[in-house]
C-alpha cells in the first residue's frame, strides 16, 4: 500500500516567516494530493489540494508544489499569522475511498 | 446539509465491551471510511466502503467491523474493546468523479478504553 512521510514533526516560525512542511508518497499511482489542517479538538479541514496533472496551485498564503518524478510534495505558507498554528496533515490516493496521511506537523507561530 | 455526523462525541469503555460509533453523512456520497488518530501518527485507515453492501479492510482493522446497509451509514463496531483501541475516531465521507474527489470528517470521537 501507500506510505506517506511528513517532515518536520514540529515547526516554530516567527509571525510573518514562511512555512513549509514536506511530505514524500511511494505509490506512484497516487493521484491526488490534499492538505488538511486540524486545529486542536476539531476535525481535518481541507485547505489545498492538488492533483497529478498540476505542478504547483496557490491560495492566497498558501501554496503547494507536487513533484511527481521524486514522489514528493510540499506546503508553503508565507506571512503566517498566529491563526495559522495547527496541526498539518498531507494526504495521498489514487482511489479517493482510502486517503494515506502523514503523520503531521505541528506549526507554532510565534507573535 | 448536516454533512459527515459521528456519535457519541466521547465514550469510556472497559476492557471487554462492546459499542458502536454511529456515522452519517448526508451528501449522497458513494464512499465512506473510518480512521483513528493517535499521537504521533496520523490518521490511520481502518475500515472502508465503496458503497451499500461492500466493505473492505484498511492498514489496521483487527478489533474492529463495519457493515454498510445504506448510502447514508457506515457504523464502527467494536467488538471486545482493549486498551490499545483508546484513540480519537474520525469518520469521512468522499466521492470521487473523474478527476476530482474530496473527503468530508466528522467531528470524531474520543474513545477511551480502561
Known amino acids: 500500500g501507500e506510505n506517506v512521510e511528513q517532515h518536520p514533526s514540529t515547526l516554530s516560525v516567527q509571525e510573518g516567516d514562511s512555512a513549509v512542511i514536506k511530505c514524500t508518497y511511494s505509490d506512484s499511482a497516487s493521484n491526488y494530493f490534499p492538505w488538511y489542517k486540524q486545529e486542536l479538538g476539531k476535525r481535518p479541514q481541507l485547505i489545498i489540494d492538488i492533483r497529478s496533472n498540476v505542478g504547483e496551485k496557490k491560495d492566497q498564503r498558501i501554496a503547494v508544489t507536487l513533484n511527481k518524478t521524486a514522489k514528493h510534495f510540499s506546503l508553503h505558507i508565507t506571512e503566517t499569522q498566529p491563526e495559522d498554528s495547527a496541526v498539518y496533515f498531507c494526504?495521498?490516493?489514487?482511489?479517493?475511498?482510502?486517503?494515506?496521511f502523514g503523520t503531521g506537523t505541528s506549526l507554532t507561530v510565534i507573535p | 446539509n448536516a454533512g459527515v455526523t459521528q456519535t457519541p462525541k466521547f465514550q469510556v469503555l472497559k476492557t471487554g465491551q462492546s459499542m458502536t460509533l454511529q456515522c452519517a453523512q448526508d451528501m449522497n456520497h458513494e464512499y465512506m471510511s473510518w480512521y483513528r488518530q493517535d499521537p504521533g501518527m496520523g490518521l490511520r485507515l481502518i475500515h472502508y466502503?465503496?458503497?451499500?453492501?461492500?466493505?473492505d479492510q484498511g492498514e489496521v482493522p483487527n478489533g474492529y467491523n463495519v457493515s454498510r446497509s445504506t448510502t447514508e451509514d457506515f457504523p464502527l463496531r467494536l467488538l471486545s474493546a482493549a486498551p490499545s483501541q483508546t484513540s480519537v475516531y474520525f469518520c469521512a465521507s468522499s466521492y470521487s468523479q473523474g478527476s476530482d474527489t474530496e473527503a468530508f470528517f466528522g467531528q470524531g470521537t474520543r474513545l477511551t478504553v480502561v
Open positions: 494526504a495521498a490516493t489514487n482511489t479517493g475511498n482510502q486517503f494515506y
Open positions: 466502503s465503496v458503497g451499500a453492501g461492500i466493505t
